[in-house]
C-alpha cells in the first residue's frame, strides 16, 4: 500500500489537545456569534423568486446572457443550461411591488435585443417564500437526523464516548463551515446544504477508520497510557487521511475553477469541509473520547458465558 509517512515515530497528537480544544470551542463561538449578528446570505432556494425558462434556436452563450442580465440590473440573476443547450433557466430575487410577469417581458426583451438568435419565453414560475421556509426547515431536519443516527451507529459499534466524539466534531464541522459562509457572505443554497450533508460523511468515515484503529490497538498493545495509545493510533492512520484528503480536495479545486458559477459553493463548502474535517477527526474526535475517560477495559470484547462452560467435563 502507497504511503505517504514511512517509518515515522510516534507523533505526539494529545500533547496539543488542551490547545486545539480551546481553538475549536472559540471558533464556534465565533461561528455562532457571526451567525446570529450578520446572518447568511440565502440563495433563492430559501427566499424564493422569478423562474424563467427561455429557449433558443441555437445553443446558448451562458455567459453572455449572465453579462447582458448584470448589466442591466439583474445581477442577482442565476443563469444555467435546463434540459438541452438550447434551454436556459434564469432565476431572479424577489422584487417588490413588481409582477413576475413584468420581469420576464423585462428579462425576455433584453435577451432578444442582445442575441442575433430569437428567445422564446418557454414559462414563468413565481416560487414564493413559503417553499423556502419549507427548504430550510427540511433541511434542518435533515442534519438533525443525520447526526443523531451517527451518534446511535457510533455508540453500538463503538463506545458511548466515541459516540459522543464523533458526533462533536460533526457539529464541529457543520458550524465553522455554516459560520465561513457569513462572514464572507457566500450565497447558501441547496447545493451549500447538500455540500453540508456531503461533508458530515467524509468527516464521519475519517472519525470512523480513527476509532477503528483506536479500538484495535487498545487490545492489541499491552502497555501504554491511553494518550499515547491514540497518538500511535492517529500515526498511524495519518497516510491513508492525507492521500485520502490530498486526492479529494485536487478534485474539489477542479470543481472550484472549472466547475463554473453554479456549483462555485458547493465546492467552497466541501473544500473548506475536508479541511476542518481532518482537523476535527484527530483533535475534536479523539481528544473528547480521551477527556471522557476512555480506557483499554472500556473497548475489550465482552466474554459471553457459554451455556453450561461452568460444570465439569464428563468423561465416557
Same mark, same amino acid.
Given at each position: 500500500?502507497?504511503?505517504?509517512?514511512?517509518?515515522?515515530?510516534?507523533?505526539? /497528537? !494529545?500533547?496539543?489537545?488542551? #490547545?486545539?480544544?480551546?481553538?475549536?470551542?472559540?471558533?464556534? *463561538?465565533? +461561528?455562532?456569534?457571526?451567525?446570529?449578528?450578520?446572518? #447568511?446570505?440565502?440563495?433563492?432556494?430559501?427566499?424564493?423568486?422569478? &423562474?424563467?425558462? &427561455?429557449?433558443?434556436?441555437?445553443?446558448?452563450?451562458?455567459?453572455?446572457?449572465?453579462?447582458?442580465?448584470?448589466?442591466?440590473?439583474?445581477?442577482?440573476?442565476?443563469?444555467?443550461? /435546463?434540459?438541452?443547450?438550447?434551454?436556459?433557466?434564469?432565476?431572479?430575487?424577489?422584487?417588490? @411591488?413588481?409582477?413576475?410577469?413584468?420581469?420576464?417581458?423585462?428579462?425576455?426583451?433584453?435577451?432578444?435585443?442582445?442575441?442575433?438568435?430569437?428567445?422564446?419565453?418557454?414559462?414563468?414560475?413565481?416560487?414564493?417564500?413559503?417553499?423556502?421556509?419549507?427548504?430550510?426547515?427540511?433541511?434542518?431536519?435533515?442534519?438533525?437526523?443525520?447526526?443523531?443516527? *451517527? !451518534?446511535?451507529? &457510533?455508540?453500538?459499534? /463503538?463506545?458511548?464516548?466515541?459516540?459522543?466524539?464523533?458526533?462533536?466534531?460533526?457539529?464541529?464541522?457543520?458550524?465553522?463551515?455554516?459560520?465561513?459562509?457569513?462572514?464572507?457572505?457566500?450565497?447558501?443554497?441547496?447545493?451549500? #446544504?447538500?455540500?453540508?450533508?456531503? &461533508? *458530515?460523511?467524509?468527516?464521519?468515515?475519517?472519525?470512523?477508520?480513527?476509532?477503528?484503529r483506536i479500538r484495535e490497538n487498545f487490545r492489541k498493545l499491552r502497555t501504554g497510557s491511553p494518550s499515547e495509545v491514540i497518538d500511535i493510533s492517529l500515526t498511524q492512520t495519518m497516510s491513508r487521511t492525507l492521500i485520502t484528503s490530498l486526492t479529494t480536495i485536487i478534485v474539489l479545486?477542479?470543481?472550484?475553477?472549472?466547475?463554473?458559477?453554479? *456549483?462555485?459553493?458547493?465546492?467552497?463548502?466541501?473544500? /473548506?469541509?475536508?479541511?476542518?474535517?481532518?482537523?476535527?477527526?484527530?483533535?475534536?474526535? +479523539?481528544?473528547?473520547?480521551?477527556?471522557?475517560?476512555?480506557?483499554?477495559?472500556?473497548?475489550?470484547?465482552?466474554?459471553?458465558?457459554?451455556?453450561?462452560? @461452568?460444570?465439569?467435563? !464428563?468423561?465416557?
Amino acid at each position: 500500500m502507497f504511503q505517504i509517512l514511512k517509518n515515522v515515530s510516534t507523533i505526539s /497528537f !494529545m500533547k496539543w489537545r488542551k #490547545l486545539a480544544m480551546v481553538f475549536s470551542a472559540a471558533l464556534m *463561538i465565533a +461561528s455562532v456569534a457571526m451567525v446570529s449578528t450578520k446572518g #447568511l446570505n440565502l440563495g433563492l432556494d430559501f427566499t424564493g423568486g422569478t &423562474v424563467i425558462e &427561455v429557449g433558443y434556436s441555437q445553443e446558448a452563450n451562458l455567459q453572455n446572457i449572465r453579462q447582458t442580465l448584470e448589466g442591466n440590473g439583474f445581477d442577482d440573476a442565476v443563469v444555467q443550461s /435546463f434540459g438541452s443547450p438550447r434551454d436556459v433557466l434564469i432565476r431572479l430575487a424577489p422584487r417588490q @411591488d413588481v409582477k413576475p410577469e413584468t420581469i420576464g417581458s423585462q428579462v425576455l426583451e433584453l435577451l432578444n435585443s442582445n442575441s442575433d438568435q430569437e428567445v422564446k419565453m418557454r414559462r414563468i414560475e413565481f416560487v414564493g417564500p413559503k417553499v423556502g421556509d419549507e427548504l430550510a426547515e427540511k433541511g434542518g431536519l435533515a442534519m438533525l437526523a443525520a447526526l443523531i443516527c *451517527i !451518534m446511535i451507529y &457510533v455508540a453500538l459499534r /463503538f463506545e458511548w464516548r466515541f459516540a459522543l466524539g464523533s458526533v462533536f466534531a460533526l457539529a464541529h464541522d457543520v458550524f465553522l463551515t455554516v459560520g465561513l459562509f457569513s462572514l464572507l457572505q457566500l450565497e447558501f443554497d441547496l447545493t451549500v #446544504l447538500a455540500a453540508i450533508l456531503a &461533508v *458530515i460523511g467524509y468527516s464521519l468515515n475519517d472519525t470512523i477508520v480513527v476509532s477503528d484503529r483506536i479500538r484495535e490497538n487498545f487490545r492489541k498493545l499491552r502497555t501504554g497510557s491511553p494518550s499515547e495509545v491514540i497518538d500511535i493510533s492517529l500515526t498511524q492512520t495519518m497516510s491513508r487521511t492525507l492521500i485520502t484528503s490530498l486526492t479529494t480536495i485536487i478534485v474539489l479545486f477542479a470543481l472550484f475553477f472549472k466547475g463554473g458559477a453554479l *456549483i462555485h459553493g458547493f465546492a467552497t463548502a466541501l473544500l /473548506f469541509g475536508v479541511f476542518i474535517g481532518t482537523y476535527s477527526s484527530i483533535y475534536v474526535a +479523539s481528544s473528547i473520547a480521551l477527556s471522557l475517560g476512555i480506557t483499554k477495559e472500556d473497548l475489550m470484547p465482552v466474554e459471553v458465558e457459554k451455556e453450561g462452560e @461452568d460444570q465439569e467435563e !464428563m468423561h465416557l
